[in-house]
């Protein structure tokens, strides 16, 4: 074989283990990334693997809650992209924060705020209740998102962000065929103005 062919030869082999090599070590790279996801999922749940994965058979995907998770993952980053693109990201944790079911607004505190307020949602129980409860679910008098002389007025930031946010209320139930998760603003916020990340 003349020189310049096994050459060649050389340099297509070294050039082929170079490339193994790499796709190896993109498969670890991939395969630890998918075991930091599975962890940072499993913190947020409070929960075990098993919790939604068959013990020793990882991909099986027979457990309801495997295909509720990817649901799941598919909600946050549609969220992410769609309504809270530019506001502010979420994750597992947001919500979870180590608990399989997120927590729920406790009915005491929006009943109290309603309860403070009657005389101005007289007429009107539905928009009590629901004032009621986005001050709660924030932890925020009404004055956060309204002015005090005219509650109509939008001349708050906090107010037309209720528009951007009511718009993942709308964009959640496109992941779900059937067993919908119940959301409300409480169980990102739990009482904050900003949410966990």
């Not at 395969?31 to 409070?46: E, T």
């Not at 007025?153 to 037309?160: D, F, H």
Request: net charge positive; glycine share 6%; charged share 20%.
């Amino acid at each position: 074989m003349p020189k310049a062919a096994t050459l060649a030869a050389v340099a297509r082999a070294a050039l082929l283990l170079i490339a193994l090599v790499m796709c190896a070590a993109g498969i670890a790279h991939a395969q630890d990334d998918v075991q930091a996801r599975m962890q940072r999922w499993s913190k947020a749940l409070g929960v075990e693997c098993t919790h939604c994965h068959v013990d020793g058979n990882w991909p099986d995907a027979s457990k309801p809650t495997f295909d509720f998770a990817r649901r799941m993952r598919r909600m946050v980053d549609g969220l992410n992209a769609g309504p809270l693109n530019g506001v502010g990201a979420i994750s597992c944790w947001t919500c979870h924060r180590g608990r399989s079911i997120p927590a729920r607004l406790p009915r005491e505190s929006w009943q109290k705020i309603m309860a403070d307020h009657q005389a101005e949602f007289d007429g009107n129980a539905d928009r009590g209740l629901a004032m009621s409860v986005y001050a709660a679910s924030l932890g925020v008098t009404c004055s956060h998102c309204h002015e005090d002389k005219d509650r109509s007025a939008n001349t708050r930031a906090p107010k037309a962000m209720v528009a951007t946010m009511e718009k993942i209320f709308d964009n959640v139930p496109r992941y779900f065929a059937s067993r919908q998760p119940v959301t409300q603003c409480y169980m990102c916020h739990q009482g904050n103005v900003r949410p966990a990340r």
